[in-house]
């Protein structure tokens, strides 16, 4: 607490923004090293200073990336951005949401109350990227019934434009990426068309515009070439709505655009959409949460940095980084008592997750008891006789009630059986048993999934999981057994940093190995 507007909160959910990573590469001069980062994040209020009347302990709350006096010049012309007391200050001039508490000045006026029973994850899209691409991008670029739009860049705030646009039912949105996951994503938004960066992209929105281009350009990448092309593809009398982040110059061709009646617009977020888009999210009109690919523990947000910066190879858009209750609280424990010598404590039961595939899929994930024989015997009915061939190594039809119980009565410290169940469904749709060597530096997994949920990215997902539990341990070492011939599992496990080699004892065996940096 530093002023009497301020509030202490506990944040539980926060994500990494592109501007996070920008700041890391010292584009951002006025976040000096040492800062706590991060401007997104919901929580719960710990404490308040004697001036705050909104808002009281125990209050669940929605953090704006904007902190806002409501008071000064700007604030009350909505300029929030611009603040004299506030404006963008979070995880940028004071330290910022991804962290257990995070100090908020003027919070009556910075933070908004999370109606009951709202999905926070998705309320976490609300603190910046939902309001930055409908302030930036659909408001200033007037998207209009029946108009033309084209999105140049299709990550998260290309596509918070994107779900937002559609509130005005636009004729057309064409989305331009050079990435065809994100285009794919974007057509699954709902966007008309999707170009890819080839060349042709200007060729292509001339003809399904009839030749005039498009009445909202919005830019949402932030390099010299993208500002460009949507000098190339915007009508007469239209708009160019920048939301991209500018490092450098680019270049403005007023020889060409001079007579055309277009309008350029820049803006900084000011969040004044944040009530109004918190209604649309409640009755739900859009649903953000879509962009969510990832979740990690607080534990882990080195993890997430990595897997946000390398979007491109892990297919990310945004990744939930939660800091709430057990989980965090058992990493923590469990990481005290390896500290101390001890084997890790972590109850089996904070290891129950919700996890998202990329291709949207939820699964609930949690360790395996010992009434569930019967059900994960009907699983491994379901799993192909090569894949049950290659489990256990050998042609069996049936699964023994033996191998059942050891997969059932595991002990949960050095070996676990997770079960994955679809959103749903009440049958199990993928197991993962991991066990670990007594010394708990070794673990080696096996994963299987039903044969009707293969390539929806449950695997890859489960693994994922995997890792983080083992990596929870202190397990150094994961190591995996893939028959030669599993070109999908191998390369799924590649992507996460697995390296294959030969297995000694059998040629058409692979031995996947990936060693766990603390956790
Ligand atoms: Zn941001
Ligand atoms: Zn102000």
Not at 172 to 192: E, H, P, Q, S, Y
Not at 465 to 470: E, Q, T
Request: glycine share 10%; aromatic share 6%; net charge negative.
């Amino acid at each position: 607490m530093q002023a009497p507007g301020d509030a202490i909160v506990r944040i539980t959910k926060t994500t990494i923004c592109g501007t996070d990573l920008h700041i890391l590469k010292g584009d951002v001069p006025t976040c000096e090293p040492g800062r706590i980062l991060g401007h997104e994040g919901v929580g719960i209020v710990e404490e308040v200073g004697t001036a705050v009347g909104a808002f009281k302990p125990g209050d669940h709350v929605l953090i704006s990336c904007i902190t806002s006096c409501a008071r000064c010049e700007y604030c009350r012309r909505g300029m929030y951005s611009h603040c004299t007391t506030g404006g963008w200050i979070l995880g940028n001039t004071i330290d910022g949401t991804q962290a257990e508490y995070v100090r908020i000045p003027h919070a009556d006026t910075s933070l908004y109350p999370i109606p009951q029973g709202a999905d926070e994850e998705a309320l976490v899209m609300l603190s910046d990227i939902l309001p930055t691409g409908f302030e930036c991008g659909v408001l200033n670029g007037k998207v209009q019934p029946g108009s033309t739009v084209a999105i140049v860049g299709a990550g998260p705030i290309g596509l918070a434009a994107l779900l937002t646009a559609q509130f005005y039912s636009p004729a057309i949105i064409a989305m331009v990426d050079l990435d065809d996951n994100r285009l794919a994503v974007a057509k699954r938004f709902g966007a008309t068309h999707a170009f890819k960066v080839d060349g042709s992209e200007v060729k292509r929105i001339m003809e399904i515009t009839g030749g005039k281009g498009v009445d909202a350009a919005i830019e949402a990448v932030g390099v010299p070439a993208t500002f460009e092309l949507c000098q190339q593809i915007v009508a007469p009398g239209g708009v160019i709505a920048n939301v991209g982040v500018h490092g450098v110059k680019a270049d403005l061709h007023l020889e060409r655009l001079w007579s055309h009646n277009i309008s350029i617009t820049t803006r900084l977020v000011d969040t004044v959409t944040t009530p109004m888009l918190l209604k649309t999210v409640q009755a739900n009109r859009i649903d953000p949460k879509k962009l969510i690919t990832h979740r990690f523990g607080l534990g882990q947000i080195l993890d997430a940095y990595d897997t946000f910066s390398r979007a491109a190879s892990t297919k990310a858009l945004k990744v939930i980084v939660e800091t709430d209750g057990e989980k965090a609280r058992a990493a923590q424990t469990d990481g005290e008592a390896r500290a101390a010598g001890r084997p890790g404590t972590t109850p089996a039961d904070d290891w129950s997750y919700d996890l998202v595939t990329r291709t949207g899929l939820v699964l609930h994930v949690r360790p395996v008891n010992s009434q569930d024989e019967a059900p994960l015997a009907e699983f491994f009915r379901g799993v192909t006789p090569e894949d049950l061939r290659f489990r256990f190594l050998g042609g069996i039809r049936e699964v023994s009630h033996d191998r059942l119980v050891a997969m059932t009565q595991v002990d949960h410290t050095s070996t676990e059986n997770f079960l994955a169940f679809a959103d749903g469904e009440k049958a199990i749709v993928a197991t993962a048993m991991v066990a670990c060597d007594p010394s708990l530096t070794m673990a080696e997994v096996a994963i299987s999934v039903r044969a009707d949920y293969k390539h929806k990215g449950v695997a890859w997902e489960l693994l994922r999981h995997v890792a983080r539990f083992a990596a929870a341990k202190g397990v150094e070492v994961l190591e995996s057994i893939e028959s030669r011939e599993n070109h999908e599992a191998i390369e799924l496990e590649r992507e996460q940093g697995f390296v294959a080699t030969a297995y000694e004892d059998d040629p058409t065996l692979v031995l996947i190995r990936k060693e766990l940096h603390g956790s």
